[in-house]
């Protein structure tokens, strides 16, 4: 549950073929954002189907082409 805008940067990002995000949190606004986890998105040919989250701070380095400054 988000529980305050500012919190929570997410990336884009592709795992198993499927569309994903990399997300970021941080605990307030005045602190810097750490890895959260990955969150894996199921389609088929026309809706969203289902959004797998892996709340794995670990996680987050598996996907180098999101590996961005979660600062920006």
Known sequence: MLTAP???RMYPAVANAQPAAVAYY???VHETFQPF???VLTTDATQL????TFVDPGLVRRFPES?????R
């Open 6 to 8: 500012g919190l929570y």
């Open 26 to 28: 941080r605990p307030t």
């Open 37 to 39: 986890g990955v969150a």
């Open 49 to 52: 189907v289902s959004v797998t």
């Open 67 to 71: 590996t961005v400054d979660p600062e």
